[in-house]
């Protein structure tokens, strides 16, 4: 993890802010991004000030992350202003997704909604026990989920045929 010896300006948080809300817009009872603690917690302790190699999140370190708020600044629709980095520069847009998508689910807010809408049994990562208690244990003399009877078939990479679909009628076109 990078060290977080440097900070974002108030504009530069809010801009943040505005990216992170505009790429995840919640649902139900799930939080804004912005009201979670990530930029603070997450993101800035993972964005090294200085990443010559961008080993870390390809081309953010601090200096780039601030020129990419300024430049998502420069049009109020931020919508607007992600989908032209997605376009233009997809590696900063794959950065800066990758950034607010594990950032958001690894806050405990969002993780309480997750169990408040979605799956109660869900305790965030790590997963080590999986979902206990939340679905019944297998059972080889259930018939459901161990049939009698083998179904289904396995066939090798090598013994696959083509199948002539030109006969098929797609788009409702052909008689």
């Known amino acids: 993890m990078a060290n977080s010896a440097w ?6 948080r809010s801009t943040l802010e505005r990216a992170l809300d505009a790429l995840l817009p919640p ?17 800035l302790a993972r964005i090294p000030e200085t990443d010559e ?7 953010l370190d601090s200096s780039r992350l601030k020129s ?7 049009n109020p629709d931020m919508t607007e202003s992600l989908s032209a980095l997605q376009r233009d520069r997809p590696a900063q847009f794959q950065a800066l997704w990758s950034l607010a998508v594990y950032g958001y689910y690894s806050r405990p807010e969002t993780i309480e ?6 799956a109660p049994a869900y305790h965030g990562a790590p997963l080590p026990v999986g979902y206990v208690g939340a679905m019944a244990p297998w ?37």
């Open 53 to 59: 190699r961008g080993s870390l999140y390809p081309g």
């Open 68 to 74: 990419l708020l300024r430049d998502l600044d420069r």
């Open 113 to 118: 909604a997750i169990q408040r809408d979605l």
């Open 139 to 175: 059972d080889a003399d259930d018939p459901l989920q161990m049939p009698r009877e083998p179904r289904g078939a396995f066939t090798p990479t090598g013994g696959v045929k083509r199948v002539d679909v030109s006969r098929l009628d797609f788009e409702g076109s052909r008689s």
């Open 7 to 12: 900070t974002l300006s108030s504009e530069e």
């Open 27 to 43: 649902t139900g009872t799930f939080p804004l991004p912005s009201q979670t603690r990530m930029i603070d917690e997450f993101i």
